[in-house]
């Protein structure tokens, strides 16, 4: 079992830049893929970001160059850096985690992820 927790989130103006963190307990978190989504009032669940347990990342199309995944194992903590932030990206950002072995050819499906974070809202102001 492995709880996730985000924080990070907050109001920020556009252009600006937050660092959301997903920690993790309950099992070493170095062997799974974990991804964040966003979910939009009256919008689906998207996927922004995985990062695989050989750090190879995978991002959406609208956040290439913004946004950047990474892990610190020694932590068990998984980050998504948000950078040149848009009023569009406002959302409440999830993390999520895949167990071994990672489905990574589902990797931008919710379907894919075992467990998940209980969200943490990021409000772009224009």
């Known amino acids: 079992q492995v709880q996730l927790a985000e924080s990070g989130g907050g109001l920020v103006q556009a252009g600006g830049s937050l660092r959301l963190s997903c920690a993790a307990s309950?099992?070493?978190?170095?062997?799974?893929?974990v991804g964040w989504f966003r979910q939009a009032p009256g919008k689906e669940r998207e996927f922004v970001a995985r990062?695989?347990?050989?750090?190879?990342?995978y991002y959406t199309e609208s956040v290439k160059g913004r946004f950047t995944i990474s892990r610190d194992s020694a932590k068990n903590t998984v980050y998504l850096q948000l950078n040149s932030l848009k009023p569009e990206d406002t959302a409440v950002y999830y993390c999520a985690a895949d167990s071994p072995p990672s489905r990574t050819a589902f990797f931008n499906r919710p379907s894919a992820y075992d467990y998940w974070g209980q969200g943490t809202q990021v409000t772009v102001s224009s």
């Open positions: 309950g099992r070493t978190f170095s062997s799974y893929a």
């Open positions: 990062i695989e347990s050989s750090d190879n990342s």
